[in-house]
């Protein structure tokens, strides 16, 4: 192998670590729902290749009310799944759309679009 050879594989096997840390296991910032009009919890969530914040933390048993925003046009984004509070909403582009619930006992809750590919997480106190 040449010198040019050597550099190239090198430099894709560190792109290749970078993108795994990057997706998988770089350190995920949480946000605490701020309480708003009424005791509810609220958050807005912007949809964009993502759920960002894609991870919450609310207190149980008090409303949540998660505002969901999405940028984009992806049919994957279109639809957002509570599965443990059997909860959904349809996300049309550019609308903000509104979801209420109340989680009543801690612990940690997955949210995902329809097909599995966005992921977020509630953290229940």
Not at 84 to 92: A, E, G, K, R, T
Request: proline share 6%.
């Amino acid at each position: 192998m040449t010198t040019a050879q050597i550099l190239v594989t090198a430099g894709g096997v560190a792109l290749c670590i970078f993108i795994a840390w990057f997706f998988w296991f770089a350190p995920k910032g949480q946000t605490r729902a701020a309480t708003g009009a009424g005791g509810a919890q609220e958050v807005a969530v912007t949809v964009k290749g993502g759920y960002t914040p894609d991870v919450i933390v609310v207190k149980a048993g008090q409303p949540v009310r998660l505002h969901f925003t999405r940028r984009e046009s992806s049919a994957c984004s279109e639809k957002v799944l509570f599965p443990d509070f059997n909860q959904s909403v349809l996300l049309p582009a550019g609308q903000e759309v509104t979801l209420e619930f109340t989680p009543e006992k801690p612990g940690e809750y997955g949210f995902q679009c329809q097909m599995g590919m966005l992921r977020g997480k509630l953290i229940v106190e």
